[in-house]
C-alpha cells in the first residue's frame, strides 16, 4: 500500500483546508485510515480516524465539530476537510493506513498503523 498526502497549505484562523490521502496499488475497503499531525517539538498525534469497512468515524477531541474525515473507495482517497483552523493546528499531517477485518476497529494510536504517506504542511496564521 502507498499513500501520497497532499492539499496543505498556508490559511489564516478561521479558514478552511482539504486534505487528501490517496492509496495506489491498492483498494481501502477493508483498511482504518487515520490521519496524524506532528507539530515542532511535539510527539505525532492522531486526530481522525475512518474504518472504511464498517464506516464509522473518530475524533481526537481537539479536533471534534471542526474537522470531517471521508473516505471514497471508489477513488481510494480519504479526505481530511478541517474548518475553524487554529494556530494551534499548524503541524505536518500524515495519513496512515492499516489492514482490519473488523467491522468497528478504530484507533489513533501510530503504532498500530503499518502504512504511511508522506507529510504534508499545514500552517495556520493568527
Known amino acids: 500500500v502507498q499513500l501520497q498526502a497532499s492539499g496543505g497549505g498556508l490559511v489564516q484562523a478561521g479558514g478552511s483546508l482539504r486534505l487528501s490521502c490517496a492509496a495506489t496499488r491498492t483498494t481501502l475497503d477493508y483498511y482504518a485510515i487515520a490521519w496524524f499531525r506532528q507539530a515542532p517539538g511535539k510527539e505525532r498525534e492522531g486526530v481522525a480516524c475512518i474504518n472504511n469497512y464498517g464506516g464509522s468515524t473518530y475524533y481526537a477531541d481537539s479536533v471534534k465539530g471542526r474537522f470531517t474525515i471521508s473516505g471514497d473507495n471508489v477513488k481510494s482517497t480519504v479526505y481530511l476537510q478541517m474548518n475553524s483552523l487554529k494556530p494551534d493546528d499548524t503541524a505536518v499531517y500524515y495519513c496512515?493506513?492499516?489492514?482490519?477485518?473488523?467491522?468497528?476497529?478504530?484507533?489513533?494510536?501510530?503504532?498500530?498503523?503499518?502504512?504511511w504517506g508522506q507529510g504534508t504542511q499545514v500552517t495556520v496564521s493568527s
Open positions: 496512515a493506513a492499516t489492514f482490519t477485518s473488523d467491522y468497528y476497529y478504530w484507533s489513533l494510536r501510530r503504532e498500530e498503523y503499518d502504512y
